[in-house]
């Protein structure tokens, strides 16, 4: 698998994202949805990252994830998602790890995410918690939210 920085530009990327933003309404409240549409992710304090597995049939788009820098050493992941024939495969680990390197190396001290309090997203708080992270209030522009848990750790 590789990871390249993705501009967002191809439509396989494009309905990879329409996809996670289904999921996320079909689970979420609309006042509780906080995943970055295509427009949010292109701007200019995110990178934003694809994960690429090489096939017979040439690279297939297996994960993606996004880091948003929000000031005075603090960002914020954003926007991880692992394709449904790849969840448990690795896929959201490795790209996990690749963030909080690069985030370290944009001299990033604090890293946090939001992500939801529904059984559904336990998966992915039992990965944050497996990676550092720890439950912690709101931050940034969020604002305490029952359908949400917020997570930080230290870089």
Do not use: N
Request: charged letters at 30%.
């Amino acid at each position: 698998m590789r990871i390249v920085v993705d501009d967002l530009s191809g439509p396989e990327i494009a309905e990879f994202l329409a996809e996670h933003l289904r999921e996320m309404r079909s689970i979420s409240p609309p006042e509780s949805k906080h995943a970055l549409d295509l427009d949010g992710l292109r701007r200019p304090e995110v990178t934003f990252w694809s994960v690429l597995d090489e096939t017979a049939d040439g690279p297939e788009l297996v994960g993606c994830g996004a880091l948003k820098q929000l000031g005075e050493g603090h960002a914020e992941l954003k926007s991880m998602r692992t394709g449904a024939r790849r969840k448990r495969s690795g896929v959201a680990s490795l790209l996990l790890s690749h963030i909080i390197a690069q985030a370290r190396s944009l001299g990033c001290t604090r890293l946090s995410l939001e992500t939801g309090s529904a059984e559904f997203f336990r998966p992915a708080r039992e990965l944050y918690r497996k990676f550092g992270f720890e439950e912690c209030g709101p931050f940034g522009e969020y604002r305490p939210d029952p359908h949400s848990t917020f997570m930080t750790r230290p870089l």
